[in-house]
């Protein structure tokens, strides 16, 4: 996330801290799905959302591998793609509760006495 960044290593610390974030998403994302698949709320995986993940995630990867003149460029496009994929996971996530609002069931699924926790 060292976009527009002029010391280079500040930059590359960015986006390593870019990677950790985006790791952490990815992980908590497929957890998210998996219980919600379990749970009967959702019945097929946020492919896209996993996606809009994983892309900026190996440019980032990649960025750190490679040397400064490329990897500046792989961490712009990352930059970019972090953005874009924000943007349209926030869209989706708008769109999923337009959805959910009409159907009470798949809403309030979570708060089901079978999905909270024993005590």
Do not use: C, Y
């Not at 960015?14 to 974030?21: G, Y």
């Not at 019945?43 to 440019?59: D, Q």
């Amino acid at each position: 996330m060292g976009l527009g960044e002029g010391h280079r290593q500040t930059g590359r610390d960015l986006d390593a801290i870019a990677v950790a974030a985006l790791a952490v998403e990815l992980a908590a994302t497929l957890e998210s799905d998996e219980r919600q698949q379990r749970d009967g709320i959702r019945s097929e995986r946020s492919t896209a959302h996993i996606a809009g993940i994983a892309v900026p995630l190996g440019l980032f990867l990649v960025s750190q591998l490679w040397p400064r003149r490329r990897s500046r460029t792989l961490s712009a496009l990352g930059s970019l793609a972090t953005l874009g994929a924000s943007l349209a996971m926030r869209v989706g996530v708008m769109q999923e509760a337009d959805e959910s609002a009409n159907k009470p069931e798949v809403s309030m699924g979570f708060a089901q006495p079978g999905n909270l926790p024993r005590l």
